[in-house]
């Protein structure tokens, strides 16, 4: 076998990300536009500082596809293990704007390490996932490891109060998807994250007894369950409603989780499937007491109410749902044509909060209407799309697993972002992949991306 050397650079995934970069400086400029200095070398205005930061982004990408591939698998640990001390030097040295500490001050500058962190993270699980013998599925230790590389930034990020960049790790499970991990791991998940919602909206009592009613009808249906598991089920779940009414959250939760532990060791000595029912049915009850926890005595005031914007529960359009409220007149007002660029009345009258970061495309949406949006949506689900094609064509597990991971992490940024902007999700604070301002977000979605085009253009070295 040769291994002649062959570099092919995919020209179409960088032209798409050339195009982002692009099309983001310009919704910069014309929603930081200053009549006065209108120069884009206007360092004093954002987009003239985004212009450097394009500068600094578009070297590092040359450089990358200078580095041998063997240089991204070897320094892969490394690589995590730097990006995981930054996260733990920010808690002790950060500096703390917009409520988290999450950012290094250096001079005129600021840097995020948890933009980085998503680089090391990416590269770190496909070294690892490469290294382990490919199978349908994942042994426990190997679960494990998965798991610690995923939770620990995420436990970081976690810490420094920056909610939404935290929530962005969990992206990783579609590249686990990929990979082998059960389909019904991704099906729990989306069941989890509704019972949180209607844990919000309903009362204990209605959620976990419709639950417990559908689990009474399992079990009732089955042909071995006898009229005693029905009364045993009936008589628990009377018994943890009682509890639920008579102590404390804290006690509750303990108190069920001793009494499910004993039941579950029950069910592994007798394989009577009533146990199983109850235990299910403790652990629902235990996750809806505990989201209602969190929600009251966990997350910061301006997230709860965030969470109620969204839900309904709250209507506050001149407090804290002002930014979702002028979002959405922002983007209704382009109509389906737009007002044209740098007409945005929206955008120049600083209606709209945060609206060069987290609301970027309120900018597209009020200029260029409903056809420019859909024509940027259109670019960016090709993007995803190529990456995609780009990671199921390599040859190397190391490269198709990372080329996943940036397929992952990219699409829950672009969904969510675009979702927060128009009411469908609360507002958690994640930029829009190289459309948004900032150095931090731009450098980490360069190092993400054109470590792929660098990985990809070597895909055919042996031959």
């Not at 920010?90 to 948890?114: E, Y």
């Amino acid at each position: 076998m040769s291994t002649t050397k062959r570099i092919s650079i995919d020209w179409v995934l960088v032209a798409l990300l050339l195009l982002l970069i692009v099309i983001g400086w310009f919704a910069i400029y014309t929603a930081d536009f200053d009549e006065t200095n209108a120069s884009i070398f206007n360092t004093a205005r954002g987009y003239g500082r985004q212009l450097q930061w394009i500068g600094v982004a578009l070297t590092i990408a040359f450089f990358m596809q200078l580095l041998d591939t063997r240089f991204f698998i070897t320094l892969a640990y490394p690589i995590y293990l730097s990006a995981m001390s930054l996260l733990l030097m920010v808690l002790l040295m950060g500096a703390t704007i917009s409520g988290s500490q999450s950012w290094f001050k250096l001079g005129a500058a600021n840097l995020q390490p948890s933009e980085l962190a998503k680089y090391g993270t990416a590269i770190a699980l496909a070294r690892y996932l490469s290294s382990i013998n490919q199978s349908s599925s994942f042994d426990f230790d190997e679960q494990v490891t998965v798991a610690g590389i995923i939770a620990l930034p995420i436990l970081l990020v976690l810490l420094q109060g920056d909610a939404g960049s935290a929530l962005v790790f969990s992206a990783f499970a579609l590249t686990l998807y990929r990979e082998g991990l059960s389909g019904l791991v991704l099906v729990f998940g989306v069941f989890m994250a509704t019972v949180f919602v209607l844990a919000l909206l309903v009362s204990f009592d209605v959620l976990v007894g419709v639950l417990a009613t559908i689990l009474l009808i399992t079990l009732a249906y089955r042909r071995k369950a006898t009229q005693q598991d029905i009364f045993i089920f009936v008589g628990t779940a009377l018994l943890m409603f009682i509890l639920s009414h008579v102590v404390s959250q804290p006690i509750f939760l303990l108190v069920l989780f001793s009494i499910g532990a004993v039941i579950l060791f029950f069910y592994f000595n007798t394989r009577r499937v009533v146990y199983f029912m109850i235990t299910m049915l403790f652990a629902m009850g235990m996750y809806v007491k505990s989201v209602d926890y969190a929600y009251n005595q966990v997350l910061k005031p301006h997230q709860k109410n965030r969470i109620g914007v969204i839900l309904g529960t709250i209507e506050d359009n001149k407090g804290v749902g002002y930014n979702l409220n002028q979002s959405k007149i922002a983007i209704g007002s382009g109509g389906l044509w737009g007002k044209g660029f740098l007409q945005g009345t929206q955008n120049k009258g600083n209606f709209v909060p945060e609206i060069h970061t987290d609301f970027i495309f309120c900018t597209i949406g009020e200029e260029f209407g409903f056809m420019g949006s859909l024509g940027f949506i259109s670019v960016y689900v090709l993007l995803l799309i190529k990456i995609v094609s780009v990671a199921e064509r390599q040859r190397s597990r190391f490269a198709r697993i990372y080329g996943y991971s940036v397929a992952s992490i990219l699409f829950f940024h672009f969904a969510v972002n675009i979702s927060m902007t128009i009411g469908l999700m609360p507002v958690i604070g994640i930029p829009l992949p190289f459309v948004s301002y900032g150095g931090s977000s731009l450098i980490g979605f360069t190092l993400l991306t054109f470590t792929l085009v660098k990985l990809d253009s070597e895909r055919g070295m042996y031959l």
